[in-house]
């Protein structure tokens, strides 16, 4: 059973840049999958940031205008989400997610609130 | 990118009801779409994905159809812990896309 958990700073000033690490266990990143990042601002819907491959490659959302910047640490079994130049707008859960090879993301972490304020 | 509209956006059942949501896609496409079902406080499972297909451990009162601009998911004999929100996704053509959500209430 893929399990994912998501870690990173609760409360970020605006301005500043928002780091997150997602940590995979019990399945091997390097495996034939995307690994993605999903946000939901409170109360609203859930909106895809982009995804990752083991290879480097990376897909993001062009609507969010690259602000955002994917990584990955096989070593650790990790990949990460920097999001530069936080807004208020940024305030949301963020999801990290397995993209099965079929496309839809089939494991999901349990989801880390991210406050931006001063 | 590919718009995806849920209706309707909010719905109120019994226990023991048939319901149907769906989801429209702008333009249209073939049979990449999921749906997810997200549980006040907890993260988006998924429930169906190339339009029709059960994902495994989903009880089979959860079914999907569709194809190209129309799809549909029901959800037969409805049951108290089916109480969330259903989100459709497509994931053929990026940018990946989610529909705004469907809030179901149990009467």
């Known amino acids: 059973q893929v399990q994912l958990q998501e870690s990173g700073p609760g409360l970020v000033k605006p301005s500043e840049t928002l780091s997150l690490t997602c940590t995979v266990s019990d399945f091997s990143i390097t495996a034939s999958y995307f690994w993605g990042w999903i946000r939901q601002p409170p109360g609203k819907g859930l909106e895809w940031i982009g995804n990752i491959y083991h290879s480097g490659t990376t897909l993001a959302n062009p609507s969010l205008k690259s602000l955002f910047t994917l990584s990955m640490d096989t070593s650790k079994n990790q990949f990460s989400l920097r999001l530069a130049s936080v807004t208020a707008a940024d305030t949301a859960v963020y999801y990290c997610a397995r993209r099965n090879g079929g496309g839809y993301f089939d494991f999901w972490g349990q989801g880390i609130l991210v406050t931006v304020s001063s | 990118a590919i718009q995806l509209t849920q209706s309707p956006s909010s719905l109120s059942a019994s226990v023991g009801e048939r319901v149907t949501i769906t989801c429209r896609a702008s333009?249209?496409?073939?049979?990449?779409l999921a749906w997810y079902q997200q549980k006040p406080g907890k993260s988006p499972k998924l429930l169906i994905y190339?339009?029709?297909t059960l994902e495994s451990g989903v009880p089979s009162r959860f079914s999907g159809s569709g194809f190209g601009t129309e799809f549909t998911l029901t959800i037969s004999n409805l049951q108290p812990e089916d109480l969330a929100t259903y989100y459709c996704?497509?994931?053929?053509?990026?940018?990946?896309?989610f529909g705004q959500g469907t809030r179901l209430e149990i009467e």
């Open positions: 333009p249209g496409i073939y049979g990449g």
């Open positions: 996704q497509q994931f053929n053509i990026y940018p990946h896309t």
């Open positions: 190339d339009a029709s």
